[in-house]
C-alpha cells in the first residue's frame, strides 16, 4: 500500500518508519528545507542550540535504533538546581522560602480534598480546589510553563495533564516510590534523532515539497496514493482539508497553539550559575522558562563559556528581535544577576508551536476525527491530537500508522 505522509516532524517520521516495517509503502512530504518540525538542532561557533525541546522524557526506544543512534543518548549532569521566580526573587526549588511562599501548611491537607478534576476544570481551579490558593495557584503556574509554556488559567486540568484525573490523592502518590521518567537528549543535539531517521528513510522523504492540492481518494500534488497520513501542523491539515471537508476544517479550527520564540546567549562561563534553569510563576519576566544547557549537557557551549536559553511565549514570543534581547537580558539579571552582554545570540522563532489543550480538548478531538471517519483510509497524528512531548508525538503517528493499516487491511470505511 503506498501512502503518503504529510509532514516529516516527530510524527509523520514516526509514522513512516511503522509504516515500514508494516509492509507499506511511505513516501513523506514535508515544506521545509530539513525534517524534523520543531526538534532540530543547530551547530555554530561551537555552540549547539535546540530548535525547540531541549530533552526527551519518556522512551523513543524503537526510533533511536532504527536511527543507529543508541551510543549517543546522554543524560543530564549534576547539579540540577531549578530555581522558580516569586516575589520578585529566584527561589531554589525546593527550600524553605518558596515553600513558605507556596503555603506548605495548607497543601498537606489535600488527600481530604482529593477528588477528580471536572471535564470543564481549567488546571489552576482544579489544583487551587486541591492545594489551596497559594500552593495550588504555584503548582500550576509551573506545570503549565514547564510542559506548555501556557496559562494554567486556559489549560485543562484533566485532558492536559492525564495524571490528574487518576483517583486517590495526588500529594501521597508523589511520595510513593515509583519509576521515573528520566530526561534524556542526544550528544550532538536532539535533532540528531529526526536528521538520521530521515537519512534512513532516503528518497522516500520529499524536503522543500509543500502539499498544495489533497483531494480523496487520495491523490497529493496530483500524485495517486492508496491512503494518507495528516501529520502536519492542524492549521495546516485544515487549509488543505477545507475543500472537501469543510465541517472537519473548522473542528481543526478550535485546536489553538500558542507561539513560542527560544533566545539563545552565549556567556563566559562563570557569568552564569549552574543547574537546571527556572521557571515564572508569576509572568512577569519575558521568558516563561530559562534553561543552562551548557550547565547539564556536553558539547552545547565551547571551552570557558556557557549557554542559556530562554522560552518566551504568548505576547513576549512577537517581540521584534532588539526589545526582546533587552527584555531577556533584563530577566537574567533578576534571575542570577548576570550583568554581562552575551558573546553570541541565536533566536528561533515559531509562530505555531504548543497546541494549548483547553478545557473540552479531548472532546474536540474526538468531534474531529469523527468527522474524518467519513472519508476512507485517512488518519491523522501529532502534537494537537495525541499529548505534546516529543515521545507522545512519535507514539501518536506510530499508532496512526498501526490504524491505518489495520483499517486496509478490512472493509473499507463507507463514505458519509
Known amino acids: 500500500m503506498r501512502v503518503a505522509v504529510i509532514g516529516a516532524g516527530m510524527a509523520g517520521l514516526s509514522a513512516a518508519h511503522e509504516l515500514l516495517r508494516l509492509g507499506a509503502d511511505p513516501v513523506v512530504f514535508e515544506a521545509a528545507e530539513l525534517a524534523g518540525g520543531k ?19 519518556g522512551p ?92 494554567p488559567e486556559k489549560l485543562s486540568a484533566r485532558d492536559a495533564f492525564p495524571k490528574l484525573a487518576m483517583p486517590g490523592s495526588i500529594l501521597r502518590g508523589a511520595f510513593r516510590k515509583r519509576e521515573r521518567r528520566p530526561l534524556w537528549a542526544l550528544r550532538a543535539g536532539v535533532g540528531s534523532l529526526p536528521e538520521a531517521l530521515a537519512q534512513r528513510l532516503g528518497g ?34 485544515a487549509r488543505l482539508a477545507r475543500p472537501f471537508a469543510p465541517r472537519f476544517a473548522d473542528a481543526l479550527g478550535e485546536l489553538v497553539a500558542w507561539p513560542v520564540t527560544l533566545v539563545h546567549l552565549g556567556f563566559p562561563a562563570d557569568a552564569l550559575p549552574r543547574g537546571f534553569g527556572a521557571i515564572d510563576a508569576t509572568g512577569t519576566l519575558h521568558a516563561t522558562g530559562t534553561l543552562l544547557p551548557s550547565s547539564m549537557l556536553p558539547g552545547r557551549a565551547p571551552q570557558g563559556k556557557a549557554l542559556a ?37 541565536r ?15 479531548a472532546a474536540r478531538v474526538q468531534n474531529a476525527r469523527a468527522l474524518l471517519a467519513a472519508f476512507p483510509r485517512v488518519e491523522t497524528a501529532g502534537a494537537a491530537w495525541d499529548g505534546v512531548s516529543v515521545p507522545d508525538v512519535a507514539g501518536s503517528g506510530a499508532a496512526a500508522a498501526a490504524r491505518l493499516m489495520a483499517s486496509s487491511a478490512g472493509a473499507a470505511r463507507p463514505r458519509a
Open 39 to 57: 526538534v532540530g538542532s543547530a551547530r555554530e561557533q561551537g555552540y549547539v542550540t535546540e530548535n525547540g525541546p531541549h530533552f526527551f522524557a
Open 309 to 345: 536559553t530562554a522560552v518566551c511565549s504568548a505576547k513576549h514570543a512577537a517581540l521584534p528581535d532588539a526589545p526582546l534581547l533587552d527584555g531577556v537580558l533584563g530577566d537574567l539579571r533578576k534571575l542570577w544577576g548576570v550583568a554581562r552582554d552575551p558573546d553570541y545570540v
Open 204 to 237: 522516500r522523504v520529499r524536503l522543500s515539497t509543500p502539499v498544495t492540492s489533497l483531494q480523496p481518494s487520495w491523490t497529493v500534488n496530483g500524485e495517486a496514493f492508496d491512503a494518507v497520513l495528516l501529520a502536519a501542523p492542524a492549521s495546516v491539515v
Open 347 to 361: 533566536i528561533v522563532r515559531h509562530a505555531e508551536a504548543i497546541p494549548q489543550y483547553a478545557p473540552g480538548h
Open 60 to 151: 523513543l526506544d524503537a526510533l533511536v535504533a532504527a536511527a543507529g543512534l543508541e551510543g549517543e543518548v546522554v543524560n543530564p549532569q549534576r547539579p540540577m538546581t531549578r530555581w522558580v521566580h516569586l516575589g520578585g526573587r529566584a527561589l531554589k526549588a525546593p527550600s524553605m522560602p518558596l515553600l513558605a511562599r507556596a503555603g506548605v501548611f495548607r497543601a498537606l491537607l489535600e488527600p481530604l480534598f482529593a477528588r477528580p478534576p471536572r471535564d470543564d476544570q481549567t488546571l489552576r481551579d482544579f489544583l487551587v480546589s486541591r492545594f489551596g490558593r497559594k500552593a495550588g495557584g504555584l503548582a500550576a503556574a509551573v506545570m503549565a510553563a514547564g510542559v506548555y509554556a501556557g496559562d
